[in-house]
């Protein structure tokens, strides 16, 4: 097939930047437009000098429907609140959308403007998003124009607990998540909270009880179990560049051995070729996905209390980020899901 | 008062070490005999550099009994199991013993057997044993001969817990800890998992379910609750040298608010000087206590699940080993308890 | 004597941090005032958690001549070419004045004028300032009322080589200091440079042949040796807290042993508390001198091409700056030189 | 032509995971096997569980003759000594070798005597092989069956000042190299000194005027002088994962400008896809290669002192270890000498 034309929105900041460096090497696409409020006008290899000699294009204004008439698909890495007022019909008669951003995770509006408290722009279109969570919206995701990329801690999370919450075999209600980000989840915008100095050598929990991705975690293991699941989630800050561990707690519905419960991930996942399920007494760590598209998952069953405690590590800005964002871009183009997202992970 | 005669056995661990570092600087003692396994013979500014021209004794090599000839007190920084059988009725005939090791923690040995996987030696010394927790058992420990100096997850769990515990106002069997450590805690033994290159850059859970300080926080806060205590424990290796976070999850028994909960916090540590409790909001981080004895507490009530989320912080080798060492040392000595730990945190 | 009355303007800065960690344990000293232009007004605690409880104070708004009436010795921690404009005459005939700025470094007003590119503003009182190394300059500053202190890599570069420039031991033509920096030295101001996902992981060298302490340490070298010294400094920043490594080459002006300059750092050096000579092949690491006021200092001579290579270390916070600030102070007020900064590094 | 069989000697080591990374991508070459003295017998995925689904062959016990016959080239990853003593013309004849050790790098073995310490075994070998530097070997490499690749300094010393040494540009006797690696230089086996908590949050010279790769360099460089360079060479261990920045610093032999310097360097460089010249006032920095292949290169003129000071940049164990050695394949095989090298570095 002809090679995808492609033009990422917001291409300065990490989410944007690792599109890029997954894009430079993908084999059916080509970068055809770097766009950048804050850098616009600017070589990208300046920017990012990783680039220097690779890209020698300067970073362009943000203008989506200028965009629409020459890209085939249009990756959004944009502060919430922008992509719902920016994205139109017009826009995606001419183009498909894969958004980075929270606009279109949430099916429910007032969810998000209860949460982000801001309105939402673009609730028209809210039907057509595709919560593009690739391993169990594929199918949903390959005849839409409108995907709602996942958040980092969110895809984590559900890939760890979905098997279980569809399955029943976890209380809902008693769902907690404890999860670790490296610093690249913060993104690149400065601020004393993201100074190395203040960072470096310290972890912190955050936004305790009202982070945002809450919700968008909720409402995808909601439509699993068939029934409301609110639970509780505490993102931290740990001097790393990069690396998601979710650690999930819950009670167990009745007694389970490992072995039983592995058979369940196996069957749902057993398959999947960028989720790699651990072995008996062995857990994820985010060195061994750093720069990969995996979701590496490793569960213990607690017999002492009931509680299965599942952990699942990602690398943020690949499947938390744009490598997912490239797995739907294969899907949306009906090319092999795992092109251009194969390479082993780096270590160390 | 006379100054205090101090050995360290066991002075070449990164917890020894933090011992003499508080002890260089404290009014009241003096160190008399830094003991060594690895390193008996060698100028102790020779292990660690930082003593140079400040400490230039030799390591010696370790023998309780003759030590216990010259001093008043005798800190133990040893591997598990060694303690219980080289503390003797005869020694504390001479001396106090403070044990920084899990020997004397856990007053039931058939607990200690079970999650040691050893035999305890030492089990006719258990009822003399006091638990080391300064804030919660001051009175005892002023009278005993043996301290049993807490665990440094355990320190920051169960302080963080048991104001709640004792009041009733957290189910019991609900309770998940959730705790991460800096790279000191896994001590200075070298091992492939310590090594620079293994531990940087990435976040691990490890001891999933089976970690042995899980025992020691359950005894404790079954004391406090006046019923049995079971709980999940998951220690986490975060890539920094000091510190602890224990975020501590629990379902309250009653709906309550911050404040009406800010109280009961107040009543049991108001006065405390090492315990620093948090405006609403606000929560502890590893960087505001290092190199501290302060043990930093605050707390979310999530009232869209009826959970209470506690965190804690503390350092893991002051608070969490030396530090509260020394603040039992002042204990047994009727010494004002916050001598020698006066001094700021360091940051950055 | 009295209790001397202390005050700190730029205290919200980590140099000015570390002047309050210090001085809270000074048993001379009491901090009257600390002053901010960012944070005016907010409590102290707030700025730095690491002192809720122990500093209840605010922020005050930056007035010199008004906090002269009430201090002693007042420490300026402020940007280049504020000090100089705001010393007066007036301000010294009230108190003593510790600048750890670059305004009254350079005994030459032009070299300023030429490095730092604004006009000086108090040349007046250039000749009675006085550059606070104190290991060489010991007399002098117990005689003025105004003291430079020296920045953070002169006073490693300085120390490092002085012996070998004033012996003339050592080509002044010849020499080139490599000098290395933890993050803490680019102060608290956020800029993208200052990132944590920027730095971490990194090392660079700036600012490469027009570093501003440059013309300082030639300056201090040149009146050591009695003729001018040119010389390349290249800084680098490492993706640590704290520390400077100053690695320092020279011709050495004939051949020597490593035990014949031993004995010319001995003799210099021998009796200075804070200077720690090492044995021959070991060398200064930043880790052993954390927190505290020590230059190490060790050497090795390369036959092979008749050089020297000198290497210093300090902690940049501390010697560097705010702990070379109070033994400044001490002198000024005739206290013993290493009063309140006696206690051991902190490691790890 | 035919898919290229590759065996790899020291596979579990930093330098052999490496090549195990970019291999496993390489279009033109398959793994045929993986040996590990220590790890014989076990899946290669569990040393390593980045792998994990990945590559599920164990590690084989290394048997570099029986390897020789089934694979068209192999990597060595060992100690010195080992190669010298195990590569004969039998097998040579057989199989093309690329030896990622010391031990057929340097010509005159009684240099390497010298240095290292052992005799070395492989003498009649040492006219056959060629020093695989790429960019400055190409043609050398082409033709022969025995390549030794560079040692991570020691190319990026090399790449940094062989322009300037080929054209007499520099005094040769003037030439002082400040290098600084990251940890994973030392390799994965176990020591105190590469503990997280001795290497973290600090800064070290090491091996101060007696590296290894200090004859090395010297080799290479005189070989392009036509005459004996002796040079300084210091290297020093940084707290990060990967990178080398080498700070090289000489005497101009005439007066030069910024841009005559730097169009020495585009006419030898200005070509070759790997290396990257910095642009006026701009410098390496050991991030913006990570996971790459290239050397970043700038350079200032310090007319001050009539001194250059050129700056390289790599990542240590891809140009300096495992990417120059799959180059070097490349060109032993005659493949495009970028095929499988060519994705973007990572960044952050």
Redesign the interface.
């Known amino acids: 097939m002809d090679t995808i034309r492609v033009g990422i929105i917001g291409a300065t900041g990490?989410a944007g930047?690792e599109l890029?460096?997954i894009l430079?090497?993908h084999p059916a696409a080509e970068i055809v437009n770097l766009s950048s409020k804050s850098y616009a006008g600017q070589p990208y290899s300046k920017v990012?000098?990783?680039?220097?000699?690779?890209i020698t294009d300067d970073c362009q204004p943000e203008d989506l429907e200028a965009l629409s008439e020459e890209a085939d698909v249009i990756f959004l890495a944009l502060p919430h609140g922008l992509a719902s007022s920016k994205v139109t019909e017009k826009v995606l008669q001419k183009c498909k959308i894969i958004d980075l951003g929270a606009d279109f995770r949430l099916q429910d509006p007032d969810l998000y403007e209860q949460w982000y408290q801001v309105p939402h722009e673009g609730k028209g279109l809210l039907k057509e998003a595709v919560y593009g969570l690739c391993e169990w919206k594929r199918d949903e995701i390959r005849k839409t124009r409108l995907v709602a990329n996942p958040g980092c801690y969110t895809t984590c999370s559900i890939m760890s607990l979905a098997p279980l919450v569809k399955e029943h075999m976890i209380e809902v209600?008693s769902v907690?998540i404890?999860a670790?980000s490296?610093?690249?989840g913060a993104g690149?915008g400065?601020?004393?909270g993201?100074?190395?100095?203040?960072?470096?050598?310290?972890?912190?929990?955050?936004k305790?009880?009202c982070h945002r991705h809450t919700p968008e975690i909720e409402e995808q293991l909601s439509n699993l179990a068939g029934k409301p699941v609110?639970?509780?989630f505490?993102p931290?800050l740990?001097?790393?560049?990069?690396?998601i561990?979710a650690?999930c707690?819950g009670k167990l519905t009745a007694p389970a051995t490992w072995e039983s419960i592995a058979e369940v991930y196996e069957r749902y996942y057993g398959k999947e070729y960028f989720v790699?399920l651990?072995a008996k007494g062995?857990?994820?760590?985010?060195?061994?996905?750093?720069?990969?598209n995996f979701v590496?998952i490793g569960f213990?069953?607690?017999e002492?209390?009931g509680?299965i405690?599942v952990?699942g590590a990602i690398d943020n800005l690949v499947k938390g980020a744009a490598g997912q964002a490239v797995q739907n871009m294969n899907l949306l183009f009906g090319l092999a899901e795992t092109l251009g997202l194969?390479?082993?992970?780096?270590?160390?």
């Open positions: 990490y930047e890029v460096r430079y090497s990012y000098p990783s680039y220097k000699d690779l209600d907690i404890d670790k490296g610093v690249s690149r400065v601020s004393l993201n100074h190395f100095a203040e960072v470096n050598e310290s972890i912190k929990a955050y305790v009880g609110t639970l509780t505490t931290h740990v001097p790393m560049q990069r690396g561990l650690v707690y790699r651990m062995e857990y994820p760590e985010t060195r061994w996905v750093k720069g990969s590496d213990a069953v607690d002492r209390t509680r405690i952990i194969e390479q082993a992970p780096m270590f160390p």
